[in-house]
């Protein structure tokens, strides 16, 4: 297939285009670049052994959009573009609006107008808004607790609408927490100023950028007290995205589906520490600070349903998640701005 990659040179993206090309399809990114290094162009043309079409512009461009779709010919699409940052969003609330369901309306309406019928959605998990119920399954009711993961609910909503209305064929993938980098090294999670999340911050605590981490809470009701997460590696977040593709192909009859893309395991923060520390071999120090706003104890995935409709199952453990990371910030530890 011929796919268009919106976000693609983003961290969960350029992971995903190198094995899209592997599969042997046939990919074309677009990239604002707001949040993403034009350095991992040349990285990923050499992951990939060819050149990669690349375009810079803001997807929420109309214009810019319909005439990359009236000379795409794309199959399909893989849309990942978007803000991400869950406490930003509180602070800047229309621009998350605007980036993410904007970028949603104006490829919609392309692809309507240039009958492509195949969208792979990035979703999150963060669709479950403050559920307790884990592991979550796909069929639990969404909500939100901040504009970020509303965005998502909404992006949700108006594809899922689209779609049932003779629109593209529609997969959102709803992702836990993606961490590790490609096994060479050289691509990887290069998050601008201080990282949100939890992995980054512990590489950078790791390789000496940052002197502490801060540990947001130990008093969850947990074996160790700080809180649960299913982190999983972006090599099989990728290779989710490649089975979605290739199931929506084969299953023309589906009009949407979501599926959640988890380990169905849940390691604590403490865990994660120390983990990091017998990968790097470097010690990382932390404090335990209070709970984060926002933050469940405990979330992870029921991933039953990727595994038996899409035959993808999360591959990697926690100590090769941890050595990747490893591996991309210790060649790496100015990020893409060495
Ligand atoms: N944490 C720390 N210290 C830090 C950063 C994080 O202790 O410096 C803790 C958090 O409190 C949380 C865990 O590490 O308990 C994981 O936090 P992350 O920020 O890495 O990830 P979240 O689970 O909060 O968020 C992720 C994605 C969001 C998504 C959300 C729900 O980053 O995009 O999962 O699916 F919305």
């Given at each position: ?96 609006y605007d980036n993410n369901l904007g970028t949603t309306f104006s490829l919609l309406r392309a692809m309507q107008r240039h009958e492509v019928g195949t969208l792979v959605f990035s979703s ?28 998502k609910v909404m992006q949700e909503q108006i594809l899922s609408d689209a779609a049932r209305a003779g629109g593209p064929q529609i997969a959102l993938l709803r992702y836990f927490n993606p ?27 790791a390789v000496g950028r940052r002197a502490r981490l801060q540990v947001f809470g130990d008093d969850y009701p947990t074996p160790d007290g700080t809180a649960l997460r299913d982190y999983i ?106």
């Open positions: 297939m011929r796919v268009l990659v919106t976000g693609g040179a983003g961290y969960i993206g350029s992971h995903t285009v190198v094995q899209l090309i592997a599969a042997g399809h046939e990919v074309v990114i677009v990239d604002s670049f707001v949040n993403a290094s034009p350095s991992v162009l040349p990285r990923l043309e050499d992951l990939a052994g060819t050149s990669i079409e690349t375009h810079s512009f803001d997807v929420r461009d109309v214009d810019k959009t319909s005439a990359l779709f009236a000379e795409g010919r794309f199959d399909a699409v893989i849309h990942f573009a978007g803000l991400k940052a869950v406490g930003e969003s509180s602070e800047i609330p229309l621009e998350y999150s998990a963060t669709v479950y808004g403050e559920t307790t119920t884990v592991p979550m399954h796909e069929d639990l009711p969404t909500s939100a607790t901040n504009p970020y993961g509303w965005t961490v590790g980098a490609h096994v060479s090294g050289t691509i990887g999670e290069d998050p601008q100023g201080t990282p949100n999340n939890l992995m980054p911050f512990i590489a950078q605590v590696h972006v090599e099989d977040l990728a290779a989710g995205h490649v089975a979605a593709l290739e199931h929506l192909g084969a299953h023309p009859e589906i009009d949407v589906r979501a599926w959640n893309l988890g380990t169905g395991q849940g390691s604590s923060v403490l865990e994660m520490v120390r983990a990091f520390e017998a990968a790097s071999g470097r010690p990382v120090p932390h404090d335990v600070a209070p709970r984060r706003r926002g933050d469940l104890a405990v979330c992870y995935a029921d991933p039953t349903r990727a595994e038996s409709e899409l035959g993808w199952r999360a591959q990697h453990t926690i100590e090769r998640m941890c050595a990747d990371t490893w591996r991309w910030q210790a060649a790496n530890p100015q990020g893409y701005n060495a």
